[in-house]
């Protein structure tokens, strides 16, 4: 039992981030407002771009910049650099993503009227 609990304390920090995307996940699922759709999906892309840079981390990492000086280095010793550039990527994406998505939902309020699925659905089966 004493292992179990040391291993869920070891990688808590991933159980952390799956609970946070399942937030945003459940929020794009089961809301019917557009504007709460909309903070799922960010809070998902966030806990997913968290998840990927704690699994660059390395602790003692230092930065990848080598020292003419000191001639080759050892490359365990070094943080990959690679999932903190996608994310900075991904972030662009997921700004990118969200301001689309706010400026439909600001023309479905301005030709609907409302901004929930249920209401909007309705005016069109309606019509």
């Known amino acids: 039992m004493h292992e179990l609990l040391a291993e869920f304390g070891d990688k808590f920090h991933y159980y952390s981030y799956f609970a946070i995307m399942m937030i945003g996940l459940y929020a794009m699922i089961a809301k019917t407002n557009l504007l709460k759709k909309c903070i799922g999906l960010g809070i998902f892309q966030t806990a997913i771009m968290l998840f990927y840079v704690s699994i660059g981390a390395k602790e003692g990492a230092g930065i990848p910049i080598l020292d003419p000086a000191l001639g080759t280095a ?17 972030i662009v994406v997921s700004v990118a993503t969200l301001g689309v998505a706010l400026a439909l939902i600001q023309n479905i309020h301005r030709d609907h009227g409302t901004i929930e699925e249920d209401e909007i659905l309705q005016r069109l089966r309606g019509k």
């Open 74 to 90: 050892d490359p365990a010793a070094y943080a990959n650099p690679l999932p903190q550039v996608l994310m900075l990527t991904a």
